[in-house]
């Protein structure tokens, strides 16, 4: 059992529109999933894609949002080395072909 019930990691967000490449703007958005803390605008285009990163505390015992919808289309969410990560239920500690729950993962979120 994990005695840890929160940990604090980056999260991507590839693609987004650049107007969204404020920090009011990206803790906005990040509020969809936790609580953010900092943001880091390193984005390189050549080697890693565009993206904007920021530093989230996140609830291990719920499921993670995998997209939200930002402006006009769902934008997925990349969650920075999570390496037992479920990709059935959503949740940190176990991988898909041991996961135990019959329930899909969260639904996904709109910034509103």
């Given amino acids: ?3 840890f019930k929160s940990i604090l990691m980056w999260v991507r967000f590839p693609e987004l529109p650049i107007e969204y ?12 999933l936790r ?4 943001v880091d605008y390193a984005t390189d285009s050549i080697s890693r894609g565009r993206y904007a990163r920021v530093y989230i505390k996140i609830d291990i015992t719920k499921a993670l ?9 769902w934008r997925r969410i990349e969650y920075e080395n999570l390496h037992n990560l479920c ?7 176990h991988l898909k072909n041991q996961c135990r729950a019959t329930h899909p ?5 709109k910034v509103s």
């Fill in 1 to 3: 059992m994990n005695p």
């Fill in 21 to 32: 490449y404020d920090k009011s703007a990206l803790f906005e958005i990040a509020k969809l």
């Fill in 35 to 38: 609580k953010p803390f900092k």
């Fill in 65 to 73: 949002v995998p997209q939200i919808w930002v402006e006009d289309s």
């Fill in 87 to 93: 990709l059935g239920c959503g949740m940190i500690g």
């Fill in 105 to 109: 993962l969260t639904p996904s979120r």
